[in-house]
């Protein structure tokens, strides 16, 4: 049975508090969009500052692969070159050149290497690919040989990922090179395993035997630390650190509090609110009982739009929670493709109204709470926000 709602027109837009002249939107307009989106540009910028100074002297990059984490490329690129971010990792060719669009100054690497066929790409948008293997080392050497083209690349050493990358041993023969006037690698790399587990012995071990590698590629600027990494001290920081997702908001250091401000809020609206009685199910699979009389909201955002469907509720176990007219309500039933029900029962009559809109991430619930109910990470989360969502992006 669906409650009677009264017919009353309803602002649809995202409050005004005065600083239109700074906002930037983008995606559907925001009273025909399921959800509305906010990405704090000015949040990102302090994160950044703020890993800056806790690695100083080394120089603090930025990792913005994935659509800057779901956040988007081109915005959060031009916010953190505007800021002063001298270098940039991305995953793939594709990201390189939206960065270059916004960023023109700034070193590009890519992290996924050399793909087969591709070197005069780089050099069209002057990225430069991290190298991870021998074979892709030959193909960029000699594309540079005959193209005369001395844009650089990061040279990547395996110091236990098993992933990409050279072995130690070939990086110690490669060493030699250095001493020739035109190398070619303006940057030395590895990549930590298990930052977020700071007792975890892999991590002193890569450290080592990176500091090992750096001494017969001195001279050579050096990288090792993610975002978890950075929080390692001091041997971990080596000449650059590249921060990735936590200046997007997520802890770095899971387990303690969350030295990262917040950059994102995601609000869905409320499609309709309906009655369901005791014993009736609610969503695919009937996995969620009413135990009594009970008031769902049912707002238009799904798995469709990111909102990760691991996170549904169901009688054996609680899923995620949303935060409708300022109280934490718990969600009910399966999250479906472009709708999920939240339960309200406690709120009082009324409080909740067709149009208004449910925080799904923002205040008390954070990516990482999400996360935790989905059973997954907070990288996941960001990276699955989809592009149906109004968004807004706040500069400061």
């Known amino acids: 049975m669906t409650e009677a709602e009264p017919a009353v027109e309803q602002d649809l837009s995202p409050p005004d508090d005065g600083r239109a002249d700074k906002l930037v939107t983008a995606g559907p307009p925001a009273a025909q969009a399921g959800g509305v989106l906010t990405v704090d540009l000015?949040?990102?910028?302090?994160?950044?500052?703020?890993?800056?100074?806790?690695?100083?002297?080394?120089?603090?990059?930025?990792?913005?692969?994935?659509?800057?984490?779901?956040?988007?490329?081109?915005?959060?690129?031009?916010?953190?070159?505007?800021?002063?971010?001298?270098?940039?990792?991305?995953?793939?060719?594709?990201?390189a050149r939206q960065v270059r669009n916004v960023a023109p100054d700034p070193a590009i690497y890519?992290?996924?290497?050399?793909?087969?066929?591709?070197?005069?790409?780089?050099?069209?948008?002057?990225?430069?690919?991290?190298?991870?293997?021998?074979?892709?080392?030959?193909?960029?050497?000699?594309?540079?040989s005959v193209n005369q083209w001395h844009g650089g690349a990061a040279l990547h050493v395996d110091t236990g990922m098993n992933r990409l990358g050279i072995s130690v041993n070939e990086a110690a023969a490669l060493a030699p090179r250095i001493r020739s006037e035109n190398h070619g690698i303006t940057l030395l790399m590895s990549h930590l395993a298990c930052a977020e587990q700071p007792e975890h012995p892999l991590n002193e071990r890569q450290i080592s035997v990176f500091r090992e590698v750096r001494m017969l590629y001195r001279g050579i600027p050096s990288s090792l630390a993610n975002s978890s990494g950075i929080f390692l001290g001091q041997a971990a920081h080596c000449d650059m650190v590249r921060p990735g997702v936590a200046l997007y908001g997520v802890n770095p250091i899971p387990g303690q509090s969350n030295p990262m401000r917040p950059v994102?809020?995601?609000?869905?609206?409320?499609?309709?609110?309906?009655?369901?009685?005791?014993?009736?199910?609610?969503?695919?699979?009937?996995?969620?009982?009413?135990?009594?009389?009970?008031?769902?909201?049912?707002?238009?955002?799904?798995?469709?739009?990111?909102?990760?469907?691991?996170?549904?509720?169901?009688?054996?176990?609680?899923?995620?929670?949303?935060?409708?007219?300022?109280?934490?309500?718990?969600?009910?039933?399966?999250?479906?493709?472009?709708?999920?029900?939240?339960?309200?029962?406690?709120?009082?009559?009324?409080?909740?109204?067709?149009?208004?809109?449910?925080?799904?991430?923002?205040?008390?619930?954070?990516?990482?709470?999400?996360?935790?109910?989905?059973?997954?990470?907070?990288?996941?989360?960001?990276?699955?926000?989809?592009?149906?969502?109004?968004?807004?992006?706040?500069?400061?």
């Open 42 to 95: 000015a949040a990102i910028e302090a994160n950044w500052r703020s890993l800056g100074h806790r690695v100083m002297p080394a120089e603090c990059a930025a990792v913005i692969k994935a659509d800057g984490y779901g956040c988007g490329i081109e915005k959060v690129a031009a916010a953190l070159a505007k800021t002063g971010c001298k270098t940039f990792f991305v995953a793939d060719l594709a990201e």
């Open 264 to 396: 994102i809020e995601l609000q869905a609206r409320i499609a309709q609110v309906r009655t369901v009685p005791r014993g009736e199910t609610v969503g695919y699979d009937a996995a969620w009982t009413a135990k009594r009389t009970t008031r769902i909201a049912v707002v238009a955002v799904g798995y469709a739009d990111g909102y990760l469907r691991a996170a549904s509720a169901s009688d054996e176990a609680p899923g995620a929670d949303a935060i409708v007219a300022g109280q934490r309500c718990p969600l009910a039933g399966r999250v479906s493709m472009d709708l999920l029900a939240i339960d309200i029962t406690d709120l009082p009559d009324g409080a909740a109204r067709r149009g208004d809109l449910a925080t799904l991430i923002g205040g008390e619930i954070t990516v990482d709470d999400l996360a935790k109910a989905a059973g997954t990470i907070g990288y996941e989360v960001l990276t699955n926000l989809g592009r149906r969502y109004h968004r807004v992006y706040r500069a400061e």
């Open 110 to 144: 890519v992290l996924n290497g050399l793909l087969l066929g591709t070197a005069g790409s780089y050099a069209d948008i002057r990225a430069r690919p991290v190298i991870g293997s021998m074979v892709e080392l030959a193909e960029w050497d000699a594309f540079v």
